[in-house]
């Protein structure tokens, strides 16, 4: 008889708490932001607070960007100060920020409790991420990243349909609820939650600081992430040109009719792009984690990568809704297939010391993906498409819209098949290699920036959204580009 423990009892305590807590805090995050836009813009007699959309997506921009940037410089202090502790924090301000921001009606006010819940949902992120990759080996990583993202769709399938009824009584009920999930976790974090083993680390504050900024000098980790964005541009059309594309161009009752057969009264609309993703992802990953479990990193996110094409492939010749249906749920297969394993790699090579500082990096790949891809999206599809809606012409401009995209997938097919042949292997060659073709990045970043910030005023009015983009990139471009030609980083070694 073997006694090789179940995949899953492999696993220690922590890794369950950690993924429990992931699942709430998703569930907050989600809930909220499937009505945040519209309640923010709504007309004042229907319950909303009536601000223009312009000021929305200001507002957004800098709260998604807080997302996304503050996991670096939370992933550092989580390294320094403990976990556990960076925990109590971030839920408390989570908690604190969703509830005073259903309580205020004034842009200043709600705009300041929204960024302090950014703040916290930011210095979250990494220290689950960190947490995953200290409670798990090279044997059940891949596995255990797997069941950390099917958390997350858990909450982001969820915690929508919550939210439609709760907006049913009151708008406030849906910041109460996000504040009621993340209050809920300060109880397992105070009783349950035990720090990972983890070295011992009496930097000083700024210290830290200064070690996470020169993470951007490790530029074998950098490109990867570089690489691996491209892919992440695709995704983050499923929040902009397939809403639109699903508007403009596919007649959706067909839907409407089989659900209806069914005894269910459902319109299929832009929301269920979402829960098209997420429900594929519940359904699918753990068994999908499961079947590459003993397969390398790298080139399962390289197959990820090439199933993602095939999804925007289907997009590409969807005349009819389930052609679209069929091509979202494809693409999260590919989704699935490649991310849990780009988290289990970033464990993996980042250095003992500073696991939740590489774990909060990791989610460059958001801020990449998101500038570009909605940017890219949103101006291609104003210029290429919108004019040609309803007209003969239409599908065909389409299918090369679409197609257009996955050409930019395949891109970051051969990009990652040519890194794991080439930059796989920590060595003074291919250190000196990728340090070479990231400094070419950084000033592509800060080119992006200088034309961002050109975008930004060559309308009748500023464009405050994209002016937030160009200072990101700038930061990134302008940090990664002093401290790569400054330093001579030397990066992790690999599995």
Request: charged letters at 10%.
């Amino acid at each position: 008889m073997s006694d090789e423990k179940p995949l899953l009892a492999t696993f220690p305590a922590v890794f369950w708490v950690a993924n429990v807590m992931e699942l709430f805090e998703r569930a907050a995050y989600y809930g909220l932001n499937s009505v945040l836009a519209v309640y923010l813009t709504d007309q004042t007699s229907k319950g909303g607070l009536g601000f223009t959309e312009s000021s929305v997506g200001f507002l957004q921009s800098l709260i998604y960007a807080c997302n996304y940037v503050v996991p670096i410089v939370g992933g550092a202090l989580a390294d320094r100060y403990g976990y556990r502790r960076m925990l109590l924090f971030s839920f408390s301000i989570l908690a604190f920020g969703y509830f005073a921001a259903g309580n205020v009606t004034t842009y200043g006010a709600v705009f300041a409790f929204l960024l302090l819940m950014a703040t916290g949902g930011g210095l979250f992120k990494p220290i689950i991420s960190g947490t995953i990759a200290r409670s798990t080996n090279e044997e059940n990583s891949g596995f255990g990243f797997g069941v950390y993202y099917w958390m997350i769709n858990v909450g982001a399938f969820l915690a929508p349909l919550v939210v439609s009824v709760l907006k049913g009584f009151s708008w406030r009920y849906v910041f109460l609820a996000s504040a009621a999930y993340c209050a809920l976790m300060l109880f397992p974090t105070l009783f349950l939650y035990k720090n990972p083993p983890q070295p011992e680390n009496t930097k000083s504050f700024g210290e830290v600081v200064r070690g996470a900024a020169m993470v951007l000098g490790d530029a074998r980790f950098m490109l990867m992430i570089v690489v691996y964005s491209a892919f992440w541009i695709l995704y983050f059309q499923n929040f902009g040109s397939v809403l639109w594309f699903l508007r403009d161009f596919v007649d959706g009752t067909p839907v409407d009719r089989f659900f209806a057969g069914l005894g269910i009264p459902l319109k299929f609309d832009a929301e269920h792009v979402t829960v098209v993703n997420a429900g594929t992802i519940i359904l699918l990953q753990v068994l999908v984690s499961r079947a590459v479990k003993n397969v390398r990193a790298l080139p399962t996110m390289v197959s990820g990568i090439a199933i993602g094409a095939l999804g925007f492939l289907c997009l590409a010749f969807a005349t009819n809704v389930w052609l679209l249906i069929l091509g979202i749920a494809v693409f999260s297969v590919g989704e699935m297939t490649a991310h849990p394993k780009y988290y289990s790699y970033v464990g993996l090579v980042a250095p003992q010391d500073k696991k939740a500082v590489y774990m909060g990096y990791a989610f460059l790949y958001g801020v990449i993906g998101s500038l570009v891809g909605s940017s890219l999206g949103g101006w291609l599809y104003g210029a290429w498409l919108k004019p040609k809606i309803g007209s003969p012409e239409g599908m065909t401009a389409a299918r090369e819209f679409w197609l257009l995209f996955v050409a930019l997938d395949v891109l970051a097919f051969f990009g990652l098949l040519a890194y794991d042949r080439f930059f796989a292997a920590d060595t003074p060659e291919t250190n000196a290699k990728a340090r070479s073709i990231m400094l070419g990045v950084y000033v592509l970043l800060l080119l992006l920036s200088a034309g961002f910030v050109w975008l930004s005023v060559r309308g009748p009015e500023v464009s405050y959204k994209t002016l937030v983009q160009a200072a990101i990139l700038l930061v990134l471009g302008g940090g990664g580009l002093a401290i790569t030609a400054s330093h001579r980083h030397a990066s992790p070694a690999t599995p």
